[in-house]
């Protein structure tokens, strides 16, 4: 005798971003059930928005010696998204890797990853990249700028002295500043 299968096709929209996996089973047979097989839902938008502060407060310029914060806060249809990282990093570069990373951070419950650091004098511009995961949504923030003024030396006034002790071809002199 010969038994001819039947097909039932389906079509299917995965509600969500990441990986969903499907099995087909046959209720006339408890053990006809497939191996899984993955589909990938549509990622979601997510718009990430970045803020640099100092001690709390919106931050454009500060003096040197100052320790910043970057806050990102990433969104998905208005709500607060709670997992994956954000990539802090230099704005002017095209990629946010090797020495244009400044730091990574994990999004925490209340949507937003915090890096802190002290930026070295002159002009500088960051972005926050977000990455759900490998297969997931993306998005990166507007650049915002920070200017970090030179630092100033408080120099005392100074003394110096010099002293000579020895003989003739054979000196040993002596600097006290």
């Known amino acids: 005798p010969t038994q001819t299968a039947s097909t039932a096709p389906v079509a299917i929209n995965p509600s969500g971003a990441g990986q969903h996996l499907v099995v087909a089973s046959y209720p006339g047979d408890a053990n006809a059930t497939s191996a899984p097989v993955s589909l990938w839902g549509t990622p979601p938008t997510t ?23 970057l806050t990102a806060t990433v969104t998905s249809g208005g709500n607060n998204l709670t997992t994956g990282q954000v990539n802090f990093c230099d704005a002017s570069a095209s990629y946010c890797t090797d020495i244009h990373l400044l730091g990574t951070a994990q999004l925490t ?55 000579q002790s020895g003989s003739i071809g054979s000196y040993t002199l002596t600097a006290t500043v």
């Open 109 to 163: 419950s209340n949507g937003s990853a915090t890096y802190k650091f002290i930026p070295g004098p002159g002009s500088h511009s960051y972005k926050a990249v977000f990455q759900i995961n490998g297969y997931g949504a993306t998005s990166t923030s507007n650049a915002v700028s920070l200017t970090v003024s030179a630092g100033s030396a408080t120099l005392g006034q100074t003394t110096t002295t010099i002293a």
């Open 47 to 69: 718009t990430t928005a970045l803020a640099v502060t100092a001690s709390g407060t919106a931050a454009s310029t500060v003096p040197a010696g100052t320790t910043i914060t």
